[in-house]
Structures are given as C-alpha cells and as structure tokens.
C-alpha cells in the first residue's frame, strides 16, 4: 500500500486565484508559507520558510476564494501532485497540494492571536492556561459511580 498525504498549515502568500475549467467546474490556485524553527550546530536560532502551491476544486475553491486572503490562516489536507508541460521550448515542472479539504484558521484583529468578542479582561481569566474553571475541592474516588 502507498500513501500520498500532505498535511499542511500556514498563512496565504497571495490572494486565491479562482478560474473555471472548460468543464464548467471552479479551481482555485493560492499557496502557503510554513515555517520551521530549529537550531544549528552552534546553537543558534534558525528559521527556514517553505512555499507551498495549492489547488482546490468545486464547491471548496468558491468557499476558499470568497473567504480567505493573503496573510489567512489556513490548514490543508490533500496530495501530492507534479504536472509538467512545454513552454518555449523547455520542460517545466509544477508540484502542488490537491487539496481534499482546506479548513480556515482563527482570524487575528491586529497582531496576533484571535480576539474575543465580549468586554472582559484578560485579568479576570483564570491564570490555569485554558479558561476552564476547575472546582476548588479535591474530587474522592469514591464519590464516583463506575
């Protein structure tokens, strides 16, 4: 058995392209930058940015071109696929995602993170990580039923 996964997520380097082929169906071409922080052999910081050029068929590449822009958050699934055709003489290679699903990511309002929509206050958060509000006493085993 083969398998031919591409799992990806990043933010849009360009607005998506939406075409329609001869077929009447709708494609959409936009592609992703993701990054990846490492360190090098002395120890310093390193990051390196990888481009990825995506394409979305149907019903997706309509959602994809009406809601998402450059500098969007976005996760994809798909595959990989290399084309190749002539121009001018020579042979040109494209590899790109065939996307199977594209999935939006949180909007950030002005510098980074997502923003909540109500009043409060970061303060007023619980200072546990997640905004869950755990119970103050201790849970006994024995209290629970199974």
């Avoid at 590449?61 to 450059?70: F, G, I, N």
């Avoid at 002539?86 to 999935?103: F, L, N, P, S």
Wanted: charged share 30%; net charge neutral; with cysteine.
């Amino acid at each position: 058995m083969y398998i031919n996964k591409a799992m990806l997520f990043g933010n849009l380097t360009r607005d998506p392209e939406l075409r329609s082929l001869p077929s009447g169906m709708n494609v959409c071409n936009f592609s992703v930058a993701t990054n990846r922080v490492y360190r090098d052999r002395d120890g310093k910081k390193q990051e390196q940015t990888d481009f990825h050029n995506i394409v979305v068929f149907g019903r997706q590449a309509d959602t994809v071109a009406q809601y998402l822009k450059k500098g969007s958050s976005v996760f994809v699934e798909g595959r990989m696929q290399t084309r190749s055709w002539e121009q001018e003489g020579q042979k040109k290679y494209r590899t790109e995602v065939v996307a199977d699903r594209v999935q939006f990511g949180p909007k950030s309002a002005g510098g980074g993170g997502a923003r909540r929509s109500d009043d409060t206050h970061e303060a007023d958060e619980p200072s546990n990580g997640a905004g869950i509000d755990y119970p103050k006493e201790d849970i006994n085993p024995d209290d629970i039923p199974f």
